[in-house]
């Protein structure tokens, strides 16, 4: 039984269907199927009840889908230990917010590079919620998200607290909410003030980066809430008016979550120890 064969078995069942876990996993429709037939025949049992070009998990299925959920978290463990073999090698996948890379991760990596130059690190950036999705499917290491979170398969750190201001005016109905997209932790929390304030429901322009949104609000298009420090450091800041926002939706704790069921790296305990002992 291969791995690249469970593998397909548990995107199909992740993702619903054939073509959902294609693109997943970056292949092509027929590939996905003539896998999940071999496992079938492999095992002498059909995986799926098919209904029309629907699929529904069989009974076999699902004790399958236990045991390969199991049997890819050690192939996960066992290649984290491998990379770990020497403290100077092998390779740390981080996810951040794009606000908090921007403010916070650089120094944080400087201190991994010195401490373990032969250490390669891959960065990318997504909202909370698909963070969290990605440390839980073992794609990430760790993941900088924003709290709080509870989840009894993540091992959760405060690194940092951000404080979100308001931005713009939100009192100018024609105006709408400039926001990152659907899973950011601080688009939530905008859209919470705005209605525990009782303003008008005002219409989400989607942003991909801090500068855009940043550059928007500035010249006048909408408003927004961001971290104060964020709005600081830009370059644009002097032409910024920042107004408080009552607590509890002003304070936000950033975490760094890890899954619990990971194999402990240097490299990530020397990242986390970097928020520690970072300047007052």
Avoid at 127 to 133: F, G, I, K, P, Y
Wanted: glycine share 8%; aromatic share 4%.
């Amino acid at each position: 039984m291969e791995l690249s064969a469970l593998r397909t078995f548990v995107a199909v069942v992740e993702e619903g269907g054939i073509l959902a876990a294609s693109r997943r996993l970056n292949t092509v429709q027929s590939n996905v199927t003539s896998r999940i037939r071999r496992l079938e025949q492999e095992l002498g049992t059909d995986l799926f009840f098919r209904k029309g070009r629907g699929l529904e998990l069989a009974p076999p299925g699902r004790v399958l889908l236990d045991y390969a959920g199991r049997l890819l978290r050690l192939a996960q463990q066992t290649e984290a230990a491998v990379r770990q073999v020497g403290a100077g090698s092998g390779e740390l996948r981080i996810g951040t917010m794009e606000t908090f890379a921007a403010i916070h991760l650089p120094r944080a990596l400087k201190a991994v590079r010195k401490h373990h130059p032969g250490v390669t690190l891959q960065v990318s950036t997504d909202t909370s919620a698909a963070l969290v999705e990605q440390v839980l499917a073992h794609r990430l290491d760790c993941a900088f998200v924003a709290g709080p979170i509870a989840h009894p398969r993540l091992v959760c750190e405060p690194v940092v607290e951000e404080e979100l201001v308001l931005v713009g005016d939100p009192g100018c109905d024609d105006l709408p909410l400039i926001l990152f997209r659907e899973g950011c932790a601080y688009r939530a929390r905008a859209l919470d003030w705005q209605r525990n304030c009782g303003h008008p429901v005002s219409s989400v322009m989607e942003m991909g980066t801090l500068e855009g949104i940043v550059g928007c609000v500035s010249a006048g298009l909408g408003w927004t809430l961001l971290p104060r420090r964020a709005l600081d450091l830009s370059p644009l800041a002097a032409e910024l008016e920042k107004k408080p926002v009552a607590d509890p939706i002003a304070r936000v704790p950033t975490l760094m979550v890890r899954h619990a069921d990971g194999v402990p790296m240097q490299a990530m305990d020397t990242l986390a120890q970097a928020f520690v002992e970072r300047p007052a």
